[in-house]
């Protein structure tokens, strides 16, 4: 597509339920990215796939957190039992390639409520 | 490790007036820089970049940034403020030695150019 697309926008759910978050980036940029914003706060750093695999999870912040991206395109990231704390806008962006200079191309994000 | 410290929560100017959001970061090998605008409900879109070269690097909108190796910052600036450039403005890092491929967002400076 023209733009990383992200779908829901928004997402409301309550505490213990499961939540997946779609993340469909630029055509033919093979590096993807998920980052988390806290109201008030930066983007912060959850994982990234070079390709089909997550090269760096280091930011996912427990095991109820996942993410995958099964044929290189589309990724999905995954939130079981939901907590309040994990209410944020979830951002995707896509790069060419995880070793070019360019900047980062960001989607509009998924607002996640968890009441 | 790499980190990004944006010293102002907020920045108040008048229109028509030069304006300066601050940014200074921290990395162990050699930086690429970035700034990102983000308006509200949206995504951010990227606005320049420093990756080498002359220091003084031109973006979008007619922003502009300095790179001083000295003292670690990366000071976006613009000549003449428009109303419309107020949102909320992030700074981000690469470290292309030891941070692998992820960017670090500083915590954003929010700008508010009054008419």
């Known amino acids: 597509g023209a733009g990383v697309s992200q779908t829901p926008s928004n997402k409301v759910t309550e505490k213990g339920k499961y939540v997946e978050l779609r993340c469909d980036p630029i055509?033919?940029?093979?590096?993807l990215y998920w980052y988390r914003q806290s109201l008030g706060q930066g983007p912060e750093f959850l994982i990234y796939f070079q390709g089909t695999g997550a090269a760096d999870d280091s930011g996912l912040p427990n095991d109820r957190f996942f993410a995958v991206r099964p044929e290189g395109s589309v990724s999905t990231l995954k939130i079981q039992r939901t907590e309040r704390g994990d209410s944020a806008v979830y951002l995707c962006?896509?790069?060419?390639?995880?070793?070019?200079?360019?900047?980062?191309?960001f989607g509009e994000g998924s607002r996640l409520t968890v009441l | 490790a790499q980190s990004v410290a944006q010293p102002e929560d907020q920045v108040n100017v008048a229109e028509g007036n030069p304006l300066t959001v601050k940014c200074t970061y921290s990395v162990s090998g050699n930086p690429y820089l970035f700034w990102y605008v983000q308006y509200p409900n949206r995504g951010l879109q990227f606005l320049l970049k420093?990756?080498?070269?002359?220091?003084l690097v031109k973006g979008s909108y007619g922003f502009e940034a300095e790179f001083n190796k000295s003292q670690t910052s990366f000071h976006l600036k613009k000549p003449s403020a428009l109303v419309s450039d107020s949102a909320l403005y992030f700074c981000a890092v690469r470290d292309m030695v030891t941070g692998g491929f992820k960017t670090i967002f500083g915590a954003g400076t929010r700008l508010f150019v009054k008419a």
């Open positions: 055509s033919g940029h093979t590096a």
């Open positions: 962006a896509s790069r060419s390639s995880p070793g070019d200079t360019g900047e980062l191309f």
């Open positions: 420093y990756i080498t070269g002359d220091n």
